[in-house]
């Protein structure tokens, strides 16, 4: 597809929905560390120059795809605990770890959020990327709030960074290396595969536990 310039907000909307797309698509089929932004270009139907007229960075592209996808988490976060009779940890654990289940592109993106690309914004861009989650975030704090009224919204927002730095920290030791899953299929290791969702609602539930 060969764009025009795009001159008003409705057509620069289109494009920067168009370019998340194609960069959502190169993300499902390869690494970030593989994909450039002639890369996101070409698929996205733009000329790598055009490209530029709405991010600087393959981490802006990346990074906003990031707030896409929180805010589809969110709404799925939102309707399971809404539809929660009687919570408990383990029910409420268990709803989380159902809101990430098929979200890879999700959880691959909170895996390199800070680690990778948060480190190539400017302030003003970074800036504006924190701000326009802070509703969001609002509303995830309400959210679990609402199934733990005991939690204050300070413990609450400190149990959001936590689930996060689970999912970071547990998929890529459930999801290594082509070698490295080879090797964790012979009969010495096989004991030591890592089970991301299991390992994932067992420690949620454990960081929801009334204290």
């Known amino acids: 597809m060969n764009w025009q310039r795009a001159r008003q907000p409705g057509q620069k909307a289109e494009r920067i929905a168009a370019i998340l797309e194609a960069a959502a698509t190169l993300f499902d089929e390869k690494e970030l560390a593989d994909i450039s932004m002639r890369d996101v270009a070409a698929t996205a139907g733009l000329g790598k120059a055009s490209l530029y007229h709405y991010f600087n960075t393959k981490e802006e592209v ?21 539809r929660l009779r009687s919570p408990t940890p383990k029910r409420i654990a268990k709803s989380l770890t159902e809101a990430i289940r098929g979200r890879d592109r999700f959880c691959r993106l909170t895996v390199v ?42 413990a609450v927002q400190e149990f959001i960074i936590q689930h996060h730095a689970v999912i970071a920290g547990l998929w890529p030791l459930a999801h290594p290396s082509e070698e490295v899953s080879t090797l964790m299929r012979e009969e010495e290791f096989r004991g030591h595969q890592v089970d991301f969702h299991r390992l994932f609602e067992s420690t949620i539930r454990q960081l929801i536990q009334p204290q």
Request: net charge neutral; aromatic share 10%.
């Open 62 to 82: 990346f990074i906003s795809l990031y707030r896409e996808e929180f805010h589809d988490w969110l709404l799925d976060v939102e309707s399971r605990l809404k």
């Open 113 to 154: 959020l800070a680690s990778v690309l948060e480190r190539n914004l400017t302030t003003n861009f970074l800036r504006e990327f924190k701000r326009s989650l802070l509703p969001s975030l609002e509303r995830c704090v309400a959210a679990i709030q609402s199934v733990q009224p005991n939690m204050s919204a300070a």
